[in-house]
Structures are given as C-alpha cells and as structure tokens.
C-alpha cells in the first residue's frame, strides 16, 4: 500500500486561496486514484475531489469553479503528488482536508484505501 503525508494548511481569510500538497510514497506504482475529501466540525467527510492516473479528475458541485486538482505522477522520478488548489474559500472551508489514495496490489488484485493523517484549513473572522 502507500503512505500519505499532506502539507499546506493554516489559517486564510474569507475568500482567500492557498494550496494543499499530499505526497505518496511505498507502492506508488499500484495508485489509480488520489484525492481530497474534508471533515468540517460535526459533519461526515465528503470528497472534494479527485484525478486517476491517466488525468481524469471530479470535483463535487460545490467547489467547481474554485478549486483545482492536479497531479504528477511520472514514473521517471518515482514519485506521486496530488495537489489542491483552493479559491474563494467560504465558511465551509473550516474543515480538516485529508488525501486519499485507492488502487489494487498484488495478482490478486487486492483493493485498498489509504489516508494521510489530514492538514487543518481555518478561516479567519
């Protein structure tokens, strides 16, 4: 599987912007999607959005048009990084961010989920 380690949160103003990070290591190779969801206080976690391996990417209607997911994953330098760029950032951007990993292993083609350990994004009064 693969380990998450996300970077870039803080405190923003009301309609600020700022840029999360989330670097993969360990099996790189057997990602096929990673992502963004966000916890607010007293609510479940959603997804934000997300991008496969070959470029495609989904943005939950509430964020489209503000926020922009990219991704690098080339083979050559062994690493995978998804990245989230966040604008006009409203009351509902007070919320932990997590990164997430999917894809399978081994012949079996065993599925798995992996977390990063989340990065607080605070707005500011």
């Known amino acids: 599987q693969v380990q998450l380690v996300e970077s870039g949160g803080g405190l923003v103003q009301p309609g600020g912007s700022l840029r999360l990070s989330c670097a993969a290591s360990?099996?790189?190779?057997?990602?096929?999607?990673m992502g963004w969801y966000r916890q607010a206080p007293g609510k479940e976690r959603e997804l934000i959005a997300d991008?496969?391996?070959?470029?495609?990417?989904?943005?939950?209607?509430s964020v489209k048009g503000r926020f922009t997911i990219s991704r690098d994953n080339a083979r050559d330098t062994a690493k995978d990084t998804v990245k989230l760029q966040v604008t006009s950032l409203g009351p509902e951007g007070t919320a932990v961010y997590y990164c997430?990993?999917?894809?399978?292993?081994?012949?079996?083609?065993?599925?798995?989920?992996?977390w990063g350990e989340g990065t607080q994004v605070t707005l500011t009064s």
């Open positions: 997430h990993a999917a894809g399978m292993v081994g012949a079996a083609l065993h599925e798995y989920d992996s």
């Open positions: 360990g099996r790189i190779s057997s990602i096929l999607v």
């Open positions: 991008i496969t391996s070959g470029g495609t990417w989904r943005y939950s209607d």
